[in-house]
């Protein structure tokens, strides 16, 4: 016995990432890899949609860059939070989450933005056009997950991914209303 780490190991893939164990939850295996399939693109969007809003907190600029950079980071905590729910979803379906960003940036429909910082009403529109992208998939994938009979994975696409992605539209979309200025 002794106290020294072992290092340096490397082993076999358990668990190749397309493919569902099988798991006793009453759905069958072309459904469970049919919604991590979606799953797994959805995950891809989030992650890359959290990145976003980091993107645009570092580089919040203008009157409004404090409240800009809070909601930013608010916003992507809540999608970092999304990320974790649909990568436990995907392993509670038997499937493997995508984790790796450079397979993410492989099946993500998120656009790549600039390398570097654009003005702020670009960064808005960029993240709103995002969140629409992602909206429409999730949307897409929770009526077709509700037919298979995948109520848990059409729930959570309902009530935390359209919900929250709902909610920080509204948000974002307030900062590009332009109000007239009160007259002195």
């Keep these: 016995m002794t106290s020294q780490p072992r290092l340096h190991q490397h082993g076999p893939e358990v668990q190749a990432y397309g493919t569902v ?3 006793p939850i009453a759905l069958a295996h072309d459904t469970r890899q049919y919604s991590c399939q979606r799953l797994n693109r959805l995950l891809a969007d989030t992650q890359f949609l959290y990145a976003l809003y980091k993107k645009h907190h570092w580089g919040a600029h203008g009157p409004t860059s404090y409240q800009l950079h809070l909601l930013f980071d608010k916003h992507a905590q809540e999608q970092l939070t ?8 995907v392993r509670m379906l038997g499937g493997v989450p995508v984790g790796d960003p450079r397979h993410a940036a492989e099946i993500t429909g998120v656009p790549r933005p600039p390398d570097g910082v654009e003005d702020v009403p670009a960064m808005l529109s960029r993240l709103l056009d995002a ?7 999730a ?6 997950t509700a037919q298979l009979g995948d109520d848990g994975t059409q729930d959570l ?11 920080q539209v509204w948000f974002l979309a307030e900062h590009l209303v332009v109000t007239p200025r009160p007259e002195a």
């Design 21 to 23: 164990t099988q798991l």
């Design 82 to 89: 999304l990320v974790d729910a649909l990568a436990e979803r």
């Design 131 to 137: 969140h629409e992208a992602v909206l429409a998939e």
């Design 139 to 144: 949307r897409d994938a929770a009526g077709r």
């Design 157 to 167: 696409l309902v009530s935390q991914l359209i919900r929250t992605g709902e909610a």
